[in-house]
């Protein structure tokens, strides 16, 4: 079974602090996806990044930056110098590599609020 | 035009009631998602259609029937739900490679938000 846990269901930040939000998975599968979602206030879930459990190195675009680590199960995002406009719902999502159409399974969610 | 448009966007029923929701994309995907997002819950999958065939079921109570008539249509139609059936509801798409993978990016609408009386 595949389980993806996000221990942090609310984080609240000053602009411009920097800010981790924790990704921890289990899976059995040796090849497997990882993903990071936002859900803003308006609803829809908006894809940030996917990962191959192959490639284990870390990622940087813009502001956002990913940590894989296969040893600890953990893919961790960092959003430097946070902005009001990151407020929303992060979600963390772990799928099969195979299957005729994906699942993803989703972690509860972390609600990060940046403060002006 | 957004991607994927989901409709209504609110419904208000009573556990009586018969109502259908709503899900269109364009973006020539060939696999399409029904989504549960209950308060405080991780995001439920429902339901999933690659190339208009149902693949996924996840023993969702038969009071869900959904339908999808061609690859860029999705129904989930509703029927003497209860209260607890309450949340929003998201559907999504995604592209479908050779031999059926997926790329795994799942492109979603804004959701119905559903409250049953």
């Known amino acids: 079974a595949q389980k993806v846990t996000q221990a942090q269901t609310e984080i609240s930040v000053v602009e411009k602090e920097d800010v981790t939000l924790d990704c921890v998975y289990e899976t059995r599968d040796t090849t497997y996806y990882l993903f990071w979602y936002k859900q803003p206030p308006s609803g829809e879930l908006v894809f940030l990044i996917r990962?191959?459990?192959?490639?284990?190195q870390n990622e940087i675009s813009g502001r956002y930056s990913w940590n894989f680590q296969k040893s600890t199960s953990s893919f961790n995002f960092t959003i430097t110098a946070s902005q009001v406009v990151d407020s929303a719902v992060y979600f963390c999502a772990l799928s099969r590599s195979s299957g005729s159409a994906r699942q993803l399974t989703f972690g509860s969610g972390t609600q990060l609020t940046v403060l002006p | 035009e957004t991607g994927v448009t989901q409709t209504p966007r609110h419904l208000v029923m009573g556990m009586t009631n018969k109502k259908s929701l709503k899900c269109e994309q364009h973006l020539g995907h060939n696999a399409m998602y029904w989504y549960k997002q209950s308060a405080k819950k991780p995001l439920e999958l429902m339901f999933v259609?690659?190339?208009?065939?149902?693949?996924e079921n996840n023993s969702v109570p038969s009071r869900f029937s959904p339908e999808c008539p061609n690859s860029s249509h999705l129904f989930l139609h509703l029927h003497t739900l209860q209260p607890e059936d309450s949340a929003l509801y998201l559907c999504a798409s995604s592209q479908t490679l050779g031999q059926g993978a997926q790329t795994g990016e799942l492109f979603f609408g804004e959701g119905s938000r559903l409250t049953v009386l």
């Open positions: 259609y690659n190339f208009k065939e149902q693949t």
């Open positions: 990962r191959n459990s192959f490639d284990e």
